[in-house]
């Protein structure tokens, strides 16, 4: 595809890649291997990776797609880890020897094309930059790698959102400098970090918190189309295919500083008759300005050319802006849906095997991970204990204490009761980026959930043989029953608490030593009968692998097994007698008839854009016609910022105040693979009608009465007129 496009390719191949994805693009797997370390000198992790290299190296040799003479385009540079720097004073010697051994590995495989390494490098790599402003790491740059090439493989264009904090944007004006900046003080190349984000579909593509749109606030949308700022961009490409030749023949000449350090012009040197300047006002204003000095034999003089100036560029009059509508299907505020409760523990099946000398006892790695293998994000801890509760008391106070990664849901005696705090925090630990006054009251991994279960609800739901009456005192057995929620693994290791590693990740409940379950209302003491049991994944999921006899597979297949939802007990409810369930995990499911504009052949692959706007749902999974949408989760944003981005030019969209705060993100965008062959019926014109199979599983089992498909429509404009 880069091929037929004229496109180079910058191909990172891991092991570790960041990107804001599950593990950092490592597979989760390796939190199995007891013996294996990551990211570090550790044989078992050497040989996976070269293992893994091998075969894909192989594959690429096939396809010949390496840049040579007779492959003008492909891949041209090929990158090793990522941003080893971030951690490598946590590793010392072990991490520079690791460095260095995946630099022998890639020379073994004499790879055709230059090595690169972002942010942290070893042997014959050249190093290159990230950052919002690489034109200030030029110096310092120059310095450490004297005869490389200054590289930016990550120039940010705006920034990732997590659940809970408001959208992430990057001024047009700022970006546009940094770029230009980069370019005119040297820079060789600038790769776009992201140019196009998309979307986090399945449940293994996002790193912990992040939304499921990885929209970015990039030059691309998450729909595939050219946004604003691309188009500001592109004025900028022009120039540099343009005059690129002319800047690689040749370099800089001298450096007149006015003021401060970002007022500044950059002469080159002449090739032949010309000359490229750069001027730029970064005190003010942020201004830049390019131009072509020509030197004019007949008249004796230099003639200047102004070829690029982004205070014109960006003059509103001048720039295709791209302008969003939706338009919304009805809500299904008086429809029907197919209804499954998600079943507790101790009504499933697998229930008999654990209690009957299978279950997994408390011993302090109990962890998530070890029992779903990270093929879900759901897993049960229960366990029974018996309380001694004072007569004329009608309702109970209990705090509920632990370690435990990322949420909670807990119920007593099948009752739902209460949650673990939310939003969650992207920056739960301390690190190099947090403010030193505010670690001692960061959260890391402890959770205090309050409960007030009340007496007649929790005694209703358990069998007569369980409750012993006295005069002043009731004695009761309680089931307690704990969904458990991952929300994908972390990037990296300062995501995690202090002396913790990316090996050490823990999810569900751990760390056994800091559980309690405190009651008042002059209850007696807690009495714990046996241990924990642990069921890891949803009972609908377990159906489906139990189907796949235990291979590797996903959540998102789920959709795909007609023979596992059809067996399930569906009730066919209204709203009115959903919104009367109590809370609970709850499966939805619903055949929707869709009018969709603008229908073109193979319209699903391009054209088309629909989303699923989630309002007044809590959290969970989403699927079109058998093709995951991703999590969802209708959390406000209200977070502030990471450190990492203090003093950054990364802001929030605009809040007008506490009463306006919206969750992060409503829209969830369908596939278009989920849009072929959905086409039932023609109507005049470009109108098509879809048909779409929706499933959902809410934690909480929330109304699905605001639930609606949305279809998006842009159009560029100049001028205030559609262009």
Same mark, same amino acid.
């Given at each position: 595809?880069?091929?037929?496009?004229? *496109?180079?390719?910058?191909?990172?191949? #891991?092991?570790?890649? &960041?990107?804001?994805?599950?593990?950092?693009?490592? +597979?989760?797997? *390796?939190?199995?291997?007891?013996?294996?370390?990551?990211?570090?000198? =550790?044989?078992?992790?050497?040989?996976?990776?070269?293992?893994?290299?091998?075969?894909?190296?192989?594959?690429?040799?096939?396809?010949?797609?390496?840049? =040579?003479?007779?492959?003008?385009?492909?891949?041209?540079?090929?990158?090793?880890?990522?941003?080893?720097?971030?951690?490598?004073?946590?590793? #010392?010697?072990?991490? %520079?020897?690791?460095?260095?051994?995946?630099?022998?590995?890639?020379?073994?495989?004499?790879? +055709?094309?230059?090595?690169?390494? &972002?942010?942290?490098?070893?042997?014959?790599?050249?190093?290159?930059?990230?950052?919002?402003? +690489?034109?200030?790491?030029?110096?310092?740059?120059?310095?450490?790698?004297?005869?490389?090439?200054?590289? &930016?493989?990550? *120039?940010?264009? #705006?920034?990732?959102?997590?659940?809970?904090?408001?959208?992430?944007?990057?001024?047009?004006?700022?970006?546009?400098?940094?770029?230009?900046?980069?370019?005119?003080? /040297? /820079?060789? *190349?600038?790769? $776009?970090?992201?140019?196009?984000? #998309?979307?986090?579909?399945?449940?293994?593509?996002?790193?912990?918190?992040? %939304?499921?749109? $990885?929209?970015?606030?990039? +030059?691309?949308?998450?729909? /595939?189309?050219?946004?604003?700022?691309?188009?500001?961009?592109?004025?900028?490409?022009?120039?540099?295919?343009?005059? /690129?030749?002319?800047?690689?023949?040749?370099?800089?000449?001298?450096?007149?500083?006015r003021g401060g350090n970002e007022d500044e012009i950059v002469v080159w040197k002449w090739v032949s008759d010309k000359r490229i300047v750069f001027e730029s006002c970064g005190s003010q204003e942020l201004k830049v300005v390019v131009k072509i000095q020509q030197k004019c034999v007949e008249r004796g003089e230099e003639i200047s050319e102004i070829v690029f100036d982004s205070s014109v560029i960006l003059d509103e009059d001048r720039v295709e802006s791209v302008v969003e509508r939706l338009e919304y299907e009805n809500e299904c505020e008086n429809t029907e849906w197919n209804v499954y409760e998600e079943k507790l523990p101790k009504s499933r099946a697998e229930w008999n095997g654990i209690v009957d000398g299978n279950e997994q006892k408390w011993n302090g790695w109990n962890e998530q991970i070890s029992v779903t293998k990270d093929q879900s994000d759901y897993c049960w801890y229960s366990t029974q204990f018996q309380l001694s509760i004072p007569s004329e008391c009608d309702q109970l106070h209990m705090e509920f204490e632990c370690e435990c990664a990322d949420s909670l849901h807990l119920f007593l005696n099948g009752i739902y009761q209460a949650s673990s705090h939310q939003p969650l925090l992207e920056d739960r630990c301390p690190n190099a980026w947090s403010d030193p006054k505010s670690n001692e009251h960061m959260p890391r991994f402890h959770q205090v959930i309050s409960l007030a279960p009340r007496i007649n609800d929790i005694l209703s739901k358990h069998q007569d043989s369980s409750i012993v009456n006295t005069i002043k005192h009731t004695v009761c057995t309680i089931q307690m029953d704990i969904l458990s929620v991952s929300c994908g693994l972390v990037k990296g290791d300062w995501m995690l608490d202090e002396n913790w590693t990316m090996s050490d990740e823990k999810k569900g409940i751990f760390r056994s030593e800091k559980f309690q379950l405190r009651v008042q209302n002059g209850a007696g003491g807690v009495e714990w009968l046996g241990g924990w049991s642990v069921i890891g994944k949803l009972e609908v999921e377990s159906k489906y692998f139990e189907k796949c006899e235990g291979n590797h597979a996903e959540i998102e297949e789920i959709m795909k097994q007609r023979e596992v939802l059809s067996n399930l007990d569906w009730k066919k409810l209204k709203i009115s007698d959903i919104s009367g369930l109590a809370f609970g995990p709850r499966w939805f499911m619903k055949d929707m008839r869709v009018n969709v504009k603008g229908w073109m052949e193979h319209a699903w692959d391009f054209g088309v854009m629909l989303s699923v706007e989630m309002r007044g749902m809590f959290k969970g999974m989403l699927w079109i016609n058998g093709e995951c949408c991703g999590r969802y989760w209708l959390v406000d944003g209200i977070n502030d910022r990471v450190g990492f981005l203090r003093g950054s030019p990364i802001t929030f969209q605009s809040i007008e105040s506490t009463e306006n705060v919206e969750p992060t993100q409503t829209l969830y965008r369908i596939p278009p693979s989920a849009l072929k062959n959905s086409v039932v019926e023609r109507k005049t014109g470009d109108i098509v009608t879809l048909q779409l199979k929706m499933l959902v599983f809410d934690e909480l089992g929330y109304v699905p009465n605001q639930i609606r498909i949305v279809q998006r429509f842009v159009k560029a404009e100049t001028d205030g007129n559609a262009a």
């Open positions: 595809l880069a091929q037929s496009l004229s *496109l180079h390719i910058i191909l990172r191949v #891991g092991p570790y890649i &960041c990107a804001e994805s599950n593990f950092g693009g490592l +597979p989760s797997t *390796l939190l199995l291997e007891p013996e294996l370390l990551i990211r570090t000198y =550790n044989e078992p992790f050497l040989k996976s990776i070269k293992n893994w290299l091998q075969i894909l190296f192989q594959s690429l040799e096939n396809q010949n797609v390496f840049t =040579n003479s007779q492959t003008p385009y492909g891949i041209i540079l090929l990158q090793i880890e990522n941003e080893y720097e971030m951690i490598s004073s946590a590793y #010392g010697n072990q991490g %520079t020897l690791y460095l260095q051994e995946i630099s022998n590995i890639m020379d073994s495989f004499s790879i +055709p094309i230059p090595i690169i390494m &972002c942010l942290g490098s070893s042997g014959n790599s050249i190093e290159t930059l990230n950052a919002f402003y +690489p034109h200030k790491l030029i110096e310092s740059q120059r310095i450490k790698h004297p005869l490389q090439p200054l590289l &930016c493989t990550e *120039l940010w264009t #705006g920034w990732y959102n997590t659940f809970g904090t408001p959208h992430h944007v990057r001024m047009i004006e700022d970006l546009m400098y940094s770029v230009v900046k980069f370019i005119g003080n /040297g /820079g060789s *190349l600038v790769n $776009y970090y992201m140019f196009y984000g #998309g979307t986090n579909r399945r449940r293994i593509n996002g790193m912990y918190l992040v %939304t499921t749109s $990885y929209d970015y606030d990039a +030059p691309i949308d998450e729909f /595939g189309q050219v946004t604003t700022k691309g188009n500001v961009l592109k004025r900028w490409h022009d120039v540099l295919i343009k005059y /690129g030749d002319l800047l690689l023949q040749s370099e800089i000449d001298f450096v007149e500083r």
